[in-house]
């Protein structure tokens, strides 16, 4: 079954901790992405990739990281320096850009990170 | 800077009704516009528009985009529960920071 998964499903941490957030797809898709969601707030793009060993900031980018070593993975680190990382993040990913099939993004389950 | 805007926010609705959802946008180098349903999780895939004009049609759900108007419409007809989820636009830019640029969704509650 082809698809993007993401673990774990709820995380709760301590404020002060850096945590990372698991997105794994065997879509074969070269490009990656993650998204904050709030309530009542739509996607926001914190970090993509389209290539393995490269990424870009999205627009809300301070206080997270991320790593491509892999076509196959791109794991969310969120840190401390984040001030309110509370939210449900969602990783999406689709075909190399530059092609009209590129457009459609493919999500994963997300996962909704609680810090206390 | 880039701007994707839905309305409304949030719609009560009864079985049967027929919603029309609105999305308009300001986004540089446009190239699509598309739709998507969010129940509990992953948003999925409903249309992506790129010409003005064309209708897509999936079973009771249709949606145009108007490039004169810089927007786009999403409509249901006969709807039911299970069609209760947010609804968001997304408009692909392209060239640069090739990426989507979301809106903040429409809540659509369809009661029995």
């Known amino acids: 079954d082809g698809g993007i998964t993401q673990s774990p499903k709820y995380l709760f941490r301590k404020e002060g901790q850096n945590v990372t957030l698991s997105c794994e797809q065997n879509l074969n898709h070269d490009a990656m992405y993650w998204y904050r969601q709030d309530p009542g707030q739509g996607l926001r793009l914190i970090y993509y990739?389209?290539?393995?060993?490269?990424?870009q900031k999205g627009d809300i980018a301070e206080g997270y990281s991320v790593s491509r070593e892999k076509k196959e993975s791109f794991p969310l680190t969120v840190t401390s320096a984040q001030k309110n990382p509370t939210a449900f993040y969602l990783c999406a990913s689709s075909i190399a850009s530059g092609r009209a099939s590129s457009y459609e993004q493919y999500f994963g389950p997300g996962t909704r990170l609680t810090v206390t | 800077e880039d701007k994707v805007v839905q309305s409304p926010l949030s719609l009560v609705v009864h079985e049967g009704d027929t919603v029309t959802l609105n999305c308009s946008y300001e986004v540089t180098n446009f190239r699509s516009l598309l739709w998507y349903k969010q129940e509990k999780k992953a948003p999925t895939f409903l249309f992506m528009l790129t010409s003005s004009g064309i209708e897509k049609k999936s079973g009771r759900l249709s949606s145009i985009l108007d490039k004169k108007e810089l927007s786009s419409i999403l409509n249901i007809t006969a709807t039911q529960t299970g069609d209760s989820a947010i609804y968001l636009c997304?408009?692909?830019?392209?060239?640069?920071?090739?990426?989507?640029?979301f809106g903040k969704g429409t809540k659509l509650t369809v009661n029995p």
């Open positions: 997304a408009v692909f830019r392209q060239g640069g920071s090739e990426k989507l640029v």
């Open positions: 990739s389209q290539i393995v060993n490269d990424f």
